[in-house]
C-alpha cells in the first residue's frame, strides 16, 4: 500500500470567522454536494516548498456521515480532496 496521498481538485464554499480563517463549509464532489457538520481536525504547511506549498489541510465529517481530507493550497487558492 502507498503512502502517498492522492489530491482531487474540488470545490469549496467557505465561512470566514472573525480571524478572517476560512473554514470549509460545504464541497462538490463529482455531482454531489456534501455539507460538513464538523471539523475534527485542522493543521497547517507553514514552510514552502516546492513538492509541499504552504497549505491549510483539514479531516472533517461530511452529513453522510464519512470522514474527508480537505487541503486548501494558500499560494494557489485551490482546494483538494486527498486520499490514499
Known amino acids: 500500500m502507498s503512502g502517498q496521498l492522492h489530491l482531487t481538485p474540488i470545490k469549496v464554499q467557505c465561512y470566514a470567522g472573525f480571524k478572517g480563517e476560512e473554514e470549509p463549509r460545504l ?4 455531482q454531489r454536494m456534501i455539507e460538513i457538520e464538523d471539523i475534527l481536525d485542522r493543521w497547517y504547511q507553514v514552510e514552502s516548498k516546492p513538492e509541499w506549498p504552504r497549505a491549510n489541510y483539514f479531516r472533517v465529517r461530511g452529513c453522510d456521515q464519512c470522514i474527508y481530507m480537505l487541503k486548501h493550497d494558500l499560494e494557489s487558492d485551490e482546494w ?3 486520499s490514499r
Open 27 to 30: 464541497f462538490i464532489l463529482g
Open 80 to 82: 483538494y480532496l486527498g
